[in-house]
């Protein structure tokens, strides 16, 4: 198939440009990039759709979300309000978790697919959650993904606040789901290791996990010290801070994933370093749950690669990277911190470099040899629009209702702006039956 008639923007190492653009692909992979008329040229029979002008980029990457929380969307919280992170957890999501059953998996994860089609996502990294259902889990998902057409990489949460029963089975479901990636080879689905915190893991059962991933050539997916409690915590009972004490039990690692990583020190910065650990900030997370920033712009100094995810937030990048600008310089008072080129490299190439570890193709490009991942925005730029000031138009003047078109593995999954593959009044119809289950069963 064959896009005209787009400003194109490859986001690749080139970072090339074609102002009146088209791409080409055959199947789920990007054949072709180049100027309109020497694509249709070359590529006569193709079937053709007319970007009219619109901008054309890389379908968008999330490097930490959780498809599970869906259902806390305007729920009221029993109890008083939480005054601390921990008690956001406990008041909040560990009710919440704890009361999905097999549909409200399923549906969870659909509600965040179908918005993810919606604002041009389509490559996503998941981090799931449900002792109540474990076996199985990540199975529901994994066909949840494949009907949306959408990409994802899966992992369910261990953790010991259940049981040594429930962390046991987390740890299966984990083991048994990376297995069925390998054997599988299916382009949609990727798999890591999943665990809550060090928080909520004893040494047992983080030596249990690394034991379990044995041959595995997988890495953790685990968020660290997204709270001083998580410090606080491993500093009493381990007299070790929390990337010392990942590290030394094996978990950090260049296919490991270190979420928040908020309450650092230098050497634990200088640890992820070191073990090649890839890093994701979730700013609108961070500022919901009053936790603070990391210090992005120092782990990024230090050459750390970190990503941009949303936390459980709506799929709605945008949103993610404008947050991102905006919270550091306020946080910071310093209008310098978090440029808008920084906040681009987050999102799309050091995104992109983090889906590579569970995807065969490159993803977040317009190249040859790439997942045909592609958006089209309807944004008429007020002002001169090159490949040097895109980030700031974004930032600045695109949202995620100028996203018309997305495309994924060369499938259109919505056309301006009408999903094509998922009714999606039927599935929140069904959501909304469902929720008044799991909120009965979290009050």
Known sequence: ??????????????????????????????????????????????????????LVLPGMLCGHTHFYGAFARGMAIPGAPATNFVEILERLWWKLDLALLWDDIKYSALICLVDAVRHGCTTLID????PTAIDGSLDIIADAVKETGLRASLCYEVTDRNGMGGARAGIAENARFIKRC???????????FGLHAALTCSDETLEASVAAVAGLNTGFHVHVAEGIADQDESLRKYNLRVVERLNRLGILGPKSIAVHCIHLDEYEKDILRETGTLVTHQPRSNMNNAVGLPDVAGMLARGIPV?????????????????????????????????????????????????????????????????????????????????????????????????????????????????????????????????????????
């Open 182 to 192: 390998r054997a599988q080879q299916d382009p949609q689905l990727g798999a890591s």
């Open 127 to 130: 981090h799931h959650a449900s």
């Open 307 to 443: 990503a941009l995810g949303n936390d459980g937030f709506s799929n709605c990048m945008i949103d993610e990277m404008k947050t991102a600008y905006l919270a550091h310089k306020h946080n910071t008072h310093n209008p310098q911190a978090m440029p808008g080129d920084v906040v681009m490299q987050m999102a799309y190439p050091n995104n992109a470099n983090l889906a590579k570890r569970f995807f065969p193709k490159p993803v977040g490009e317009l190249a040859s040899g790439a997942f045909a991942d592609i958006i089209l925005l309807d944004y008429a730029p007020p002002t001169p629009l090159s490949a040097g000031n895109l980030p700031w138009h974004i930032l600045f003047g695109v949202d995620g209702a100028h996203i018309t078109h997305t495309i994924a593995s060369g499938k259109v999954l919505m056309a301006d702006k009408k999903l094509t593959l998922l009714d999606e009044e039927a599935i929140m119809a069904k959501a909304r039956e469902l929720a008044v289950g799991v909120w009965k069963r979290v009050g």
């Open 1 to 54: 198939m064959l896009i005209t008639n787009g400003h194109v923007f490859t986001l690749d190492k080139s970072n090339r440009e074609f102002t009146d653009g088209a791409v080409y692909w055959e199947g789920d992979t990007i054949v072709d990039v180049g100027p309109t008329a020497a694509l249709t040229a070359k590529y006569p029979a193709a079937q053709r759709l007319d970007a009219g002008g619109k």
